[in-house]
């Protein structure tokens, strides 16, 4: 019985590499043509990351490195333009553009602007940040909703920091940062006499984050609104 089976086995492995060989055979051209494509791309891809990828990328983390020991030093104008040691955030941003570095001096740069008073300039580019972190990511939201309050946009204003503490509030950095959004979004609203929507914003800090450095004064604001309107 053992050799029976074995004979089979040795049987359609044969009849399989035949067929295979046949099937070769037939499509040699077209087979031995994707190959050398499959090739070629796969050569391309090792040519892209280790020569120029790779690098780049590591180019890039040495200038942002600069850029965030300068921004650290609160050295504003270098972080923008940099000085003798090396470039800042704004050349970063051009030259180390689709880089996680590159997200990342974006931030910094419009940090920068903001220091300088540029309220426009910075609020340009806190809304071009595109950064998964839990962090710079809703600080970015955040701080755009801030620009527009200096620029006087309440309404935009009120809608990213709602939108920055709805973030917050879905992510690792909600105890630091939510109430914080939250607080500042209801003052925008109370702002625009918007006192309705100001309650619930403040109800998010009442309710949630009763630990919150924010509780206190969410607690005061919403007690007086509820009085206002009786």
Do not use: H
């Amino acid at each position: 019985m053992s050799e029976n089976l074995n004979s089979t086995k040795s049987a359609n492995m044969d009849f399989s590499l035949e067929g295979f060989n046949a099937m070769y055979e037939r499509n040699k051209k077209n087979i031995n043509l994707v190959l050398g494509g499959l090739g070629v791309v796969i050569a391309g891809w090792l040519v892209y990351k280790f020569a120029y990828a790779d690098p780049r990328n590591r180019d890039a983390n040495e200038a942002l490195w600069r850029v965030e020991s300068w921004a650290q030093m609160d050295s504003v104008n270098w972080v923008l333009d940099g000085n003798d040691e090396g470039i800042g955030a704004l050349e970063l941003m051009e030259q180390f553009s689709g880089t996680l570095a590159a997200e990342k001096a974006t931030y910094y740069a419009a940090c920068a602007k903001r220091e300088k008073g540029d309220y426009q300039g910075a609020l340009d580019l806190f809304l071009e940040v595109n950064l998964s972190d839990n962090a710079v990511g809703v600080q970015a939201i955040g701080n755009a909703g801030d620009m527009y309050v200096e620029l006087n946009q309440l309404d935009d204003a009120a809608e990213y920091l709602e939108k920055a503490a709805r973030k917050a509030q879905a992510s690792a950095s909600q105890d630091a940062l939510a109430p914080l959004y939250y607080l500042k979004a209801a003052r925008v609203q109370m702002e625009r006499q918007d006192n309705t929507k100001a309650i619930a914003l403040l109800s998010e800090i009442v309710e949630n984050y009763r630990r919150s450095p924010e509780y206190g004064d969410a607690l005061k604001a919403k007690a007086y609104l509820e009085s206002m309107s009786k």
